[in-house]
């Protein structure tokens, strides 16, 4: 056998291992749940089996598409937002020593207050459309990009910036050249925890102010004692939380192609 075929057989055996372990312990966990339920006899409205749940996916699922679209969108945008936001402060934080020290201590003390406290005054604010959303969920998921693109470029060797500098380059050629490419990893690093967070977060800001969403879906089911229906919207929440995360790590894969072999 080729070393190529036998490359192909190790990445195969290597990416099944990554899966199958996972699978059998979610198989194994939801025949204990199915089996438990049905032994002790316990009601529907305290804790549905399994296939319960899957039933009552299939009869709602016509309901769930617009709630869908409306979480995707609040979730993309402020992930796009809070991205963005999060790379420019580390630019600035970095870019500049007193910037840094007067801004960043600032950013993190923030941290301290749970975003959800800070709901009503974006509904107070900006209504009860999308905005205040959208705002809540950036505002979730700028500070692991902004911590983690910080990390990097101030993890950066010196010793590059300082052969920039001696082949004639300024501080921009330092910064362009050296420490916002060392950045990327990280940032990307900082946007797979917070592609996590961003779902959840646009679910608890249509909890407190929502006219569509998952999170709707899950209080309306919570009013009428549908916890079938609950499962259902925690289900789905979970997916796409495992979707966002899927499609950050693929585009890491792409953009930082040197860091393969380092996963």
């Known amino acids: 056998m080729s070393q190529g075929a036998q490359g192909a057989r190790g990445l195969r055996w290597r990416r099944a291992g990554r899966v199958v372990p ?3 312990t979610v198989v194994v966990l939801l025949t204990v749940w199915e089996g438990w339920v049905r032994l002790a006899d316990v009601p529907e409205f305290v ?49 500049s020593r007193v910037t840094g020290d007067a801004v960043y201590p600032l950013v993190v003390l923030t941290q301290t207050v749970p975003v959800v406290v800070l709901a009503p005054l974006m ?36 010793e590059h910036s ?29 946007l797979r925890v917070a592609a996590t967070y961003a779902v959840g977060a646009a679910v608890v800001a249509e909890y407190l102010a929502g006219q569509s969403g998952l999170g709707v879906f899950v209080q309306r089911s919570r ?22 995360f899927a499609l950050v790590a693929a585009l890491t894969r792409v953009a930082t192609p040197w860091q393969r072999g380092k996963s």
């Open 22 to 24: 996972p699978l059998v």
């Open 47 to 95: 804790l549905p089996a399994p296939s319960q749940v899957a039933r009552t996916a299939v009869e709602v699922a016509p309901l769930l598409g617009p709630h869908v679209v409306t979480t995707l969108t609040e979730a993309v945008a402020g992930l796009a937002l809070g991205t963005v936001a999060g790379l420019v402060l580390s630019i600035l934080v970095t870019a």
């Open 223 to 244: 009013k009428a004692y549908a916890v079938d229906q609950i499962f259902v919207g925690v289900v789905l929440i979970a997916l796409l939380s495992g979707l966002f």
């Open 162 to 190: 300082d052969m920039v500098a001696g082949l004639g380059g300024t501080r921009l050629d330092q910064f362009l050249l050296v420490r916002l490419p060392a950045s990327i990893p990280g940032a990307l690093a900082g």
């Open 123 to 158: 509904i107070l604010w900006a209504g009860f459309g999308l905005l205040p959303k959208v705002v809540l969920v950036a505002l979730t998921v700028f500070f692991p990009v902004l911590v983690s693109a910080v990390g990097a470029m101030r993890a950066v060797d010196a």
